[in-house]
């Protein structure tokens, strides 16, 4: 019988970005970079052990005012596809009916409705994750951006953290196998963290 499931926005380390303005001292629109971008997720496996997986081809956009942070906005989109706990045989049963289903829920997306500070160099970002074809408002914390570093060519890059927990039942992920001496297979617990680099746009 095969175990697990993870999704954790660790998704999403969207992560979604996701998702990732933060308190530095520029502003502007900004391009999530997929090649330098991860969702991660954790969840227990059998109460007793955390297993971590993985999703890339993160893509989406960020609109961060520092000076009005609560005008920022920001939408990310996860190839659910990718995902990846490094087993095959758990991969091909997370890609199935059983967990994401990804032959007809392919991508998983956040888009924001509020944010506001959090702290120094923190965010509270608000909004709506689509997920197995069910959506729910989620929060995430985010960490950042950095401040921005140009790289050769001129263009500016920045980066930033978020995190979050869900209950993976809100999104009709229910498969749960109960054990002998108690307890479940899988908790209902995922966490979530989307780490983004941000480009610039021009």
């Known amino acids: 019988m095969l175990d697990y499931f ?5 998704f999403l380390s969207l992560s979604s970005g996701l998702l990732f303005l933060g308190s530095a001292c520029f502003g502007g629109e900004w391009n999530i970079d997929p090649m330098h971008s991860q969702a991660n997720f954790a969840v227990k496996h ?26 920022s906005k ?8 990718t995902v990846d706990t490094r087993n ?11 967990f994401f289903d990804v032959a ?22 608000s909004g ?5 074809g069910v959506t729910k408002e989620i929060t995430w914390l985010v ?16 980066g930033a953290t978020a995190t979050t927990t869900v209950n993976r039942k809100d999104f009709g992920l229910t498969w749960n196998k109960t054990l002998d001496g108690g307890g479940v297979m899988v908790s209902d ?14």
């Open 6 to 10: 993870h999704m954790s926005s660790k």
């Open 46 to 71: 059998m109460m007793v052990s955390t297993v971590h997986g993985s999703f890339n081809g993160l893509k989406g956009t960020v609109d961060y005012d520092p000076a009005h942070p609560k005008a």
């Open 74 to 81: 920001a939408e990310l989109t996860i190839d659910a596809t």
């Open 88 to 98: 095959e045989m758990r991969d091909k049963d997370l890609k199935s009916e059983n």
């Open 104 to 125: 007809k829920f392919p991508t998983i997306t956040f888009v924001s409705k509020k944010v506001e500070p959090a702290g120094k160099g923190k965010l509270k970002i």
């Open 128 to 132: 709506d994750m689509t997920l197995h």
């Open 143 to 158: 960490d950042g951006p950095a401040a921005g570093v140009k790289d050769q060519k001129g263009n500016l890059h920045s």
């Open 189 to 202: 617990e995922v966490e979530l963290t989307v780490e983004v680099e941000l480009v610039e746009k021009k």
